[in-house]
Antibody, heavy 120, light 110 residues
Framework: QVQLQESGPGLVTPAQTMSLTCTVS??????????WSWIRQHPGKGLEWIGY???????YFNPSLKSRISISADTSKNQFSLNLNSVTAADTAVYYC????????????WGQGTLVTVFS | QSALTQPPSASGSPGQSVTISCTGT?????????VSWYQQHPGKAPKFMLY???KRPSGVPDRFSGSKSGNTASLTVSGLQAEDEADYYC??????????FGGGTKLTVL
């Protein structure tokens, strides 16, 4: 079954760009039926949907973050990535990559999450 | 796009039933049946529990059930067990290929 694993720096400097990668196994990100998503959770807080990339390559973002984020996919590596620019301490969170089931708008599979701290 | 509203906490004794509400607007919960629920134990990733308001993925006990009325969805946990103690999050399709989550409810089994 599909597994997702986040990777990237755990510490990012304010005003810089944060980059995370999700490696998918057990399924192809280019096959139909899925949106490959990023979701974050601030310390002690709730979940926040960041955005996702469809297997068609189209991307969709949370309106509150849209101006600072991009999501891309590397089908040759079966990976998708998140770039979040101009980070501040408010971007400190656990970042999850996940698979959203096309047609159900439900997050069917989650990565284990990775903590990113914005700290100078 | 505002977060869906959930009560911060809920509780019940073993064997009892507890219901957690999730209130949105006519732009999200009230607009479609794409409401899902997730269970999260401390330090763990969320687990997929319900989708399309009432449907359970394979492996989720039938003690977990869902419903929706207007702009409010609900999760009911029947026959509470100690392992049900966790945070629960609702999620809804919010139009324009976007999703919105609730703020989460901490369920305590007394």
């Amino acid at each position: 079954q599909v597994q997702l694993q986040e990777s990237g720096p755990g510490l990012v400097t304010p005003a810089q760009t944060m980059s995370l990668t999700c490696t998918v196994s057990g399924d192809s990100i280019s096959s139909g039926g899925s949106y490959w998503s990023w979701i974050r959770q601030h310390p002690g807080k709730g979940l926040e949907w960041i955005g996702y990339i469809h297997n068609s390559g189209r991307t969709y973002f949370n309106p509150s973050l849209k101006s600072r984020i991009s999501i891309s996919a590397d089908t040759s590596k079966n990976q998708f990535s998140l770039n979040l620019n101009s980070v501040t301490a408010a971007d400190t969170a656990v970042y999850y990559c996940a698979r959203v089931i096309d047609g159900l708008a439900a997050v069917g599979r989650w990565g284990q999450g990775t903590l990113v701290t914005v700290f100078s | 796009q505002s977060a869906l509203t959930q009560p911060p906490s809920a509780s019940g004794s073993p064997g009892q039933s507890v219901t957690i509400s999730c209130t949105g607007t006519s732009n999200d919960i009230g607009h479609s049946n794409f409401v899902s629920w997730y269970q999260q134990h401390p330090g763990k990733a969320p687990k997929f529990m319900l989708y399309e308001v009432t449907k359970r993925p394979s492996g989720v006990p039938d003690r977990f059930s869902g419903s929706k009325s207007g702009n409010t969805a609900s999760l009911t946990v029947s026959g509470l067990q100690a392992e049900d103690e966790a945070d629960y999050y609702c999620c809804s399709y919010a139009g324009g290929n976007t999703l919105v989550f609730g703020g989460g409810t901490k369920l305590t089994v007394l």
